[in-house]
């Protein structure tokens, strides 16, 4: 199996790794240019605003499931319809085009979201399998996620 042409962003969320594909436009911001969320009932962890519309984001876990915000310095913002969305993230890396060899797959069973399933493909280094969100599914579900 050959590189990939494609490049991806390495995300830490909830202290897992996951990579998403540069086919989706983002924005990376840090923690001191957003609006921290204090209703203790949201699933928002913070907002970014621009030009008068509030995009939220969410803090999650490893398994993806919204979680107390704890000590963060970022958030990435990926670009959707009909609203912008991000996820607070503990790290956050541009790799390098052409590091990574990922394996497409179609993943067995019922989607675990109305949107389909959130992983469509795997990056194996080592003894390390790092798994690549599926750019639509996850967009969905984080705005499947309420305010």
Same mark, same amino acid.
């Given at each position: ?6 490049? /991806? ?6 202290? #897992?790794? !996951? ?6 436009? /983002?924005?990376?911001?840090?923690? %001191?240019?957003?609006?921290?969320? =204090?209703? #203790?009932?949201? $699933? ?13 984001? /969410?803090?999650?876990?490893? %398994? ?12 990435? +913002? ?8 991000? *996820? *607070? ?12 060899? *990922?394996?497409? !797959?179609? $993943?067995?069973?019922?989607? $675990?979201?109305? +949107?389909?399933?959130? !992983? ?9 399998? =790092?798994?690549? +969100? ?14």
């Amino acid at each position: 199996m050959a590189p990939s042409q494609h490049q /991806y962003l390495r995300l830490v969320i909830g202290g #897992s790794t !996951f990579l998403l594909p540069s086919v989706m436009r /983002y924005t990376i911001e840090q923690r %001191d240019a957003l609006s921290e969320n =204090t209703a #203790s009932q949201s $699933p928002v962890a913070a907002w970014r605003t621009v030009r008068g519309t509030r995009w939220p984001a /969410y803090s999650l876990g490893p %398994d993806l499931a919204t979680r107390p915000a704890g000590d963060w310095h970022r958030a990435v +913002f990926l670009e959707a319809r009909p609203q912008n969305v991000g *996820i *607070i993230v503990d790290e956050v890396q541009l790799l390098p085009r052409g590091e990574t060899e *990922i394996a497409k !797959f179609t $993943p067995l069973g019922p989607a $675990p979201t109305r +949107f389909g399933h959130l !992983f469509d493909g795997a990056w194996v280094s080592g003894r390390d399998v =790092t798994l690549v +969100f599926e750019p639509t599914a996850l967009i969905g579900y984080l705005q499947s996620l309420g305010e």
